[in-house]
């Protein structure tokens, strides 16, 4: 939180107090941000019986969780870490007393891929320093609405409404900036279609394909047809793996429903597991669906997961962190946030030993520095100096070469 934004605390009971005019969750704002508009009856948490939903959750909002973030400030060309700003510990190792930041991000990486929203408050100290991020439930808010150019934040629970310097909101697809709507609104027609193929699976598995149907005869039955239906249903009622039912007297057993070979019940479940990756924008391999990956390209997807998928999500956090954690003057004088995205190459051995022996060396980095990367101990000074390859010149050196400095230096 600013300390313009603390300062302005002062004066938060007559912006508070104002009349709730202009509302953000109205219509289809909210409708949306909660996620159950449509004439479809499926919502986040029975969208998350799908285990590709399920998977594609847990793996982005695990990626957006394992990511260190740290607060530098620009100085001059370079770069300084800034471990004893109060915003450091909140970003990066405690941003409460009941999380650590991997809970904390997970939990509001989920919130913003399901609900479209992820919302957390800022409580200060005295002297208007961050000391907490608490996660608020997107359930619990109630309404948002702007008054005289602040967003007032209604949530359940709280006596009065927070004010927008007094929260972390991260929105998703958005089409005001102030409410995002999560995917399960949009895909709500086909994440409902591929539960409808995962019960009807579940039900004739249950049943062993046989379901609804009519018994025939070429006899007339003029009594006993309540008497007929209600032993079928009693016979078929048995969970026994043996059950038999028998009919006699000419009495013949005739399917209605469609059976799975006919509605190629397979071929649904992964078209249905194609449609939710594009949800979530992930690629299929990530949901373990590698009908369309080869070690060729897994490599390349891979990479495309990080920068298409997971990145974004990384510059959202980074944004609101730096907005909402430092003053306008630390904002001024070079302080932001940063996501280390590395991080996700420590899992490929390979990629990241090239990636190090690049930038080695190309001069990039100091050896010293790649052992710092991988969270090993300096070694001599001598690893401090940068290496060049001695079949590169810059234009200087060409020069010199061309016409040697006088004092032969």
Same mark, same amino acid.
Request: include cysteine; glycine fraction near 8%; charge should be neutral.
């Given at each position: ?119 957390? #408050?800022? *409580?200060?100290?005295?002297? =208007?320093?961050?000391?907490?991020? @608490?996660? !608020?439930?997107?359930?619990?808010? +109630?309404? $948002? ?97 043996? #059950?038999? *039912?028998?009919?006699?007297? =000419?009495?013949?057993?005739?399917? @209605?429903? !469609?059976?799975?070979?006919?509605? +190629?019940? $397979? ?143």
């Amino acid at each position: 939180m600013s300390l313009n934004g603390a300062f302005s605390d002062m004066f938060a009971s007559q912006k508070r107090s104002a009349s709730r005019d202009g509302s953000y969750m109205g219509g289809l704002g909210g409708l949306f941000s909660f996620g159950n508009g449509g004439n479809s009856s499926v919502n986040y948490k029975k969208s998350l019986t799908l285990t590709a939903v399920y998977n594609a959750v847990d793996q982005i909002s695990n990626d957006i969780a394992k990511i260190p973030f740290s607060v530098n400030k620009k100085v001059g060309s370079n770069r300084e870490s800034q471990p004893n700003h109060p915003a450091h510990r909140l970003v990066s190792f405690a941003p409460n007393g009941l999380m650590t930041t991997f809970i904390f991000r997970k939990t509001m990486g989920m919130s913003l891929l399901l609900r479209g929203n992820a919302l957390a #408050r800022i *409580v200060n100290n005295s002297v =208007g320093q961050p000391i907490e991020t @608490i996660f !608020i439930n997107w359930e619990k808010v +109630q309404d $948002i609405r702007k008054k005289n150019g602040d967003l007032l934040y209604y949530i359940q629970g709280y006596d009065q409404p927070l004010l927008s310097s007094e929260v972390l909101h991260f929105k998703n697809f958005s089409h005001d900036g102030i409410v995002g709507m999560g995917a399960i609104t949009y895909g709500a027609q086909q994440l409902g279609l591929a539960i409808e193929v995962q019960t009807f699976s579940a039900t004739n598995f249950a049943n062993k394909g046989v379901r609804q149907g009519v018994i025939s005869t070429e006899k007339t039955v003029d009594k006993g047809k309540d008497k007929i239906i209600e032993g079928w249903k009693k016979a078929m009622g048995e969970k026994s793996p043996d #059950r038999v *039912v028998v009919l006699d007297d =000419g009495f013949k057993f005739q399917p @209605i429903n !469609i059976t799975p070979q006919e509605m +190629q019940i $397979i071929e649904t479940q992964a078209f249905s597991i194609e449609e939710i990756a594009r949800m979530f924008n992930i690629a299929p391999h990530k949901i373990k669906s590698l009908k369309q990956s080869t070690n060729n390209n897994i490599e390349q997807q891979t990479l495309d997961h990080a920068s298409d998928t997971i990145q974004p999500h990384i510059t959202n956090f980074e944004q609101e962190y730096a907005k909402k954690l430092f003053t306008s003057k630390e904002l001024e004088s070079g302080y932001y946030i940063r996501g280390n995205m590395n991080v996700l190459l420590r899992a490929d051995i390979k990629s990241r030993a090239q990636w190090i022996s690049a930038m080695v060396y190309c001069g990039v980095m100091s050896r010293n520095e790649a052992r710092q990367y991988e969270d090993m101990n300096d070694g001599p000074e001598l690893l401090n100096e940068f290496l060049t390859p001695t079949n590169e010149w810059t234009e200087k050196q060409i020069a010199n070469q061309i016409n040697p400095p006088k004092d032969g230096n």
